[in-house]
T-cell receptor
């Protein structure tokens, strides 16, 4: 069974540009979560999507947004990139909502120059 | 601000010893707790989860939860050099809150 897949593996952008990161959950999982892990910092919760709806949002500005498609895959968009957005972005999925076990993808490393 | 606190380490233990990793959480409404292992440059992988007070054992790993003290721990028995990684504690209320992780070093 395939795990959570993320693309691209690496993404290099310049300040002010937009970045789009993609995630496909484990088959049968309906919830998708996005996290940011900046160097030396812990995982910070960004967004949670379930059944196509945004269920919860972390303490990030509105330029971080996303969506979930009918096939439960998800997209994270970061607009007006800033240098401090450089981080590893991790996607996770779970079979149920809320406190169910979350399984992580390999991540997308975003570098903003 | 809901928080999960961990000692950043590094925690150094000899091969074969018991490694004890600790975590406290601030939100008494936290319902479920998770331990993830993260190797450098890799994504987190689930080691243990625990929902109820007490101990839960899985192979060399034991998770302990004390909701009254808001304390979660992970014991690793017979530590191996391959256990050297950062261990992330997480607590769930309306979202999963992670600690910053404890770096474990197991030396031969």
């Amino acid at each position: 069974e395939a795990g959570v897949t993320q693309s691209p593996t690496h993404l290099i952008k310049t300040r002010g540009q937009q970045a789009t990161l993609r995630c496909s959950p484990i088959s049968g999982h309906t919830s998708v979560y996005w996290y940011q892990q900046a160097l030396g910092l812990g995982l910070q919760f960004l967004l949670w999507y379930d059944e196509g709806e945004e269920r919860n949002r972390g303490n990030f500005p509105p330029r971080f947004s996303g969506r979930q498609f009918p096939n439960y895959s998800s997209e994270l968009n970061v607009n007006a990139l800033e240098l401090e957005d450089s981080a590893l972005y991790l996607c996770a999925s779970s079979a149920g909502t809320g406190g169910d076990i979350q399984y992580f993808g390999a991540g997308t490393r975003l570098s903003v120059l | 601000q809901k928080e999960v606190e961990q000692n950043s380490g590094p925690l150094s233990v000899p091969e074969g010893a018991i490694a004890s990793l600790n975590c406290t959480y601030s939100d008494r409404g936290s319902q479920s707790f998770f331990w993830y292992r993260q190797y450098s440059g890799k994504s987190p992988e689930l080691i243990m989860f625990i929902y109820s007070n007490g101990d839960k054992e899985d192979g060399r790993f034991t998770a302990q939860l004390n909701k009254a003290s808001q304390y979660v721990s992970l014991l690793i028995r017979d530590s191996q050099p391959s256990d050297s990684a950062t261990y992330l504690c997480a607590a769930y209320t309306d979202k999963l809150i992670f600690g910053t992780g404890t770096r474990l070093q197991v030396f031969p």
